[in-house]
């Protein structure tokens, strides 16, 4: 079984920041990549950044200069760091994981719980 706890959410005003954390727990083998993803209300959830186990990374031109994530494998955690932050951030931002529970090396994705992100203006 796996787990992904997200934390850091909150409420902040523009032109702030917060940090994301996203820590994956329970049986796990080796994880590739790692991410995350925000629904705003009424919105589609959409891929916010992604980071590849040869630790390139990918952003939504949206967050581009502003958001960098990162992980820290010893610790089977991934990181959000969001730097000023707009009210359009507003949303729930949820992590996900590709992990090999098992030796066999067949991934899977999983998520997490979401953590709420507030910016007001």
């Known amino acids: 079984q796996v787990q992904l706890v997200e934390s850091g959410g909150g409420l902040v005003q523009a032109g702030g920041s917060l940090r994301l954390s996203c820590a994956a727990s329970?049986?796990?083998?080796?994880?590739?990549?790692m991410a995350w993803y925000r629904q705003a209300p009424g919105k589609q959830r959409e891929l916010v950044a992604t980071?590849?186990?040869?630790?390139?990374?990918d952003y939504a031109d949206s967050v581009k200069g502003r958001f960098t994530i990162s992980r820290d494998n010893s610790k089977n955690t991934v990181y959000l760091q969001m730097s000023s932050l707009k009210p359009e951030d507003t949303a729930v931002y949820y992590c996900?994981?590709?992990?090999?529970?098992?030796?066999?090396?067949?991934?899977?994705?999983?998520w997490g719980q979401g953590t709420q992100v507030t910016v007001s203006s």
């Open positions: 980071l590849f186990d040869d630790q390139g990374s």
């Open positions: 996900n994981a590709e992990i090999s529970p098992y030796v066999d090396f067949r991934y899977h994705f999983y």
């Open positions: 329970g049986t796990i083998f080796r994880t590739r990549s």
